[in-house]
């Protein structure tokens, strides 16, 4: 079954820093482009960051634009997003998906093989 699995979640204080992971499982995570997305209790899946297959070209969301950063280690198969100067608006779930071909889009619906996701939760 070809799935990403997402990791790295937790509590964290506003302004606090937390890195997820999105590993590959049934797949090569090399030949891909990744995005990142989250989704918040009654809202949809929104884009926050995407990444091409060589790491060369990334997109944020204007949301997350100066906090987030995305990166990949092709040789360790994994996809990072470090995520700074949280705020309790950045509370959802973070899921990544695969993308063939590298567009620099944050729609959802471009991307697919989402994993279980992983609880991102910024309170005081």
């Known amino acids: 079954q070809l799935q990403l699995v997402e990791s790295g979640g937790g509590l964290v204080q506003p302004g606090g820093s937390l890195r997820l992971s999105c590993t590959a499982s049934g797949f090569v995570l090399d030949y891909y482009a990744i995005g990142w997305f989250r989704q918040a209790p009654g809202k949809e899946r929104e884009g926050v960051s995407c990444?091409?297959?060589?790491?060369?070209?990334?997109n944020y969301a204007d949301s997350v634009k100066g906090r987030f950063t995305i990166s990949r280690d092709n040789a360790k198969k994994v996809v990072y997003l470090e995520m700074d100067s949280l705020k309790p608006e950045d509370t959802a779930v973070y899921y990544c998906g695969k993308d063939l071909y590298y567009s620099g889009s944050l729609s959802a619906k471009r991307y697919d093989s989402w994993g279980q996701g992983t609880q991102v939760t910024v309170s005081s």
């Open positions: 990444i091409s297959s060589s790491g060369f070209a990334t």
